[in-house]
């Protein structure tokens, strides 16, 4: 593997004067490319015909390859056809005779990625260069960029599969008690097996709607219904779905609510953040607590919506990792929590969607606030990357 | 977490596993073979129910909190009595590709369990290791 930095030339040209000639002239130059901070330089193989070229090509591994279209038996026409498709095959530069039109039309259908017409000045071959240059640097990118997408990809699903697969092991374990008549004569056990049953396959069940969310989200696909929208309403409806839970805890919900909370937003979106950040107020409180849900539409852009909870708590390390797919905060005080590890991961994207963003600040066993400030105008932000 | 009333004579196990569902399980299965069974979540819990009581037999999750977890609290079980048959269950090997086994030699030589069992486990393998000890059956 050579430096980053260096990219590795062929030159090809049965005329030894060119072959030293660029020889000498790339020597010494450097090139630079944006983004890159050091110039790049250029390492030099030189191949005096035809077979030769083909030979080094085949056994060496070139980022550009300056090729004579001219040399004996028309060889030059033939590599690069040869190249064409080749996994990291160079880029290649027709050097040649003359500049004709028809020449260059040909070489560029082959795959040919510039020409340069002899006899050339160091300064045309530089710009060739540079070009080139930048082409290959661009091209890596991507390349590397991909490979880290895939395994990204990989990663992601070897969690989905262990995720989806603990819910399964657990039910099939409490399906096996029954079949072997463990819990024959205590229909109270029996009871207690068959609720924890339905409480897995409910964990399961939101995590896979979670998922698809989040692969909405991701693709772009998810058809965003804008239109006016109160916050207040969506707060009041999202409060009341977990007044249940949480008058079972004893936990108050209170609202407040500050200046104009009209937003044009997708409703469903606001719903799928608040949903996620009040579930977590409630789950991750103490027994008594308090979850305040606040609004600020104070300014005239922009809108927060910050959730606080009177519960465990978390430290900064957690904090810092708690936007990950998949994160799950284990200590001995969320034990008995379950949840699907997307929920955090969703209200990011979508904050973001929505031209905004979410934040955390907590302290261990006082309390978590999660504040999601977001466009007053969701629509002018859709071109955001979530 | 429970600790059920001895009845006289059962023999009693401690079983220790972070995962909730798997150690019900275990519990149900233990209490239908006559055991008073002990639980625990964890490492520490584990600690405080062997303060409490020492059971005739544990069945220990490797990795519960602490990555290894399982190794040092069958350790501890053998310093307080080296007779208590200890059973280390383990994910370890679907989830990493680690293997242990008590049939190494080398391994046989830190690891302070007598069986080793791999996750998924059915109770019949435990109970086959059990027979295999000479643990006596209800």
Partial sequence: MSEPNVLRVLVADDEAGIRLGVRRALDGMRVPVEGYG??????????????????KLDEERFDILLLDHSMPGRLGMEILEDL????????????????????????????????????????????VLEKASRH??????????????RQVRFEFLSVLAHELKAPLGAVEGYLMLLEDGILAQDPEKTASVVGRCRERIGGMRKLIFDLLDLTRIESGTKQRQLGAVDVAV???????????????????LKTVLRGDTLMHADAGELEIILNNLVSNAVKYNRDA????????????????????????????????RLFGEFVRIRNEKTGGISGSGLGLSIVRRLARLCGGDVTVASAPDEGTTFTVTLDRDTAASEGGTP | MTTPPEPKGAPCVLL???????????????????????????????????????????????????MDGGFTLAYRIKQLDPAIPVLLVTGVTAETG??????????????????????????????RELERLGVRHV
């Fill in chain 2, 16 to 66: 220790v596993d972070d995962d909730r569902d798997f150690l019900d399980q275990l519990a149900l299965r233990f209490e239908r073979e006559g055991y008073t069974v002990i639980t625990a979540g964890n490492e520490k819990e584990a600690g405080e129910r062997l303060a409490e009581r020492l059971p005739d037999l544990a069945v220990v999750d490797l990795m519960m909190d602490q």
């Fill in chain 1, 136 to 149: 290959v640097v661009s091209d890596r990118e991507a390349r590397r960029l991909a490979k880290e997408r």
């Fill in chain 1, 38 to 55: 050091d110039d790049f330089t250029f390492a030099v193989d030189l191949a005096a015909d035809g077979e030769e070229a083909r030979r």
């Fill in chain 2, 98 to 127: 680690l293997e242990f086994s008590r049939d190494d030699r080398g391994q046989q030589a830190w690891i302070k369990a007598d069986a080793v069992l791999a996750k998924p486990v059915r109770f019949e393998q435990i109970q």
């Fill in chain 1, 84 to 127: 064409r498709g080749r996994e990291g095959a160079p880029l290649t530069v027709m050097i040649t005779a003359y500049a004709s039109l028809d020449m260059a039309v040909r070489a560029t259908k082959q795959g040919a990625f510039d020409f340069l017409a002899k006899p050339f000045t160091p300064d045309e071959l530089e710009d």
């Fill in chain 1, 234 to 252: 969506v707060v009041a409806r999202v409060i009341e779905t977990f007044t249940p839970e949480a008058e079972r805890r004893g936990i108050e």
């Fill in chain 1, 289 to 320: 607590g308090t979850v305040t849900v606040r609004v600020d539409g104070g300014e005239p852009d922009r809108l927060g919506i910050a959730v606080s909870d009177t519960g465990i708590g978390m430290s900064p390390e957690e904090t810092a």
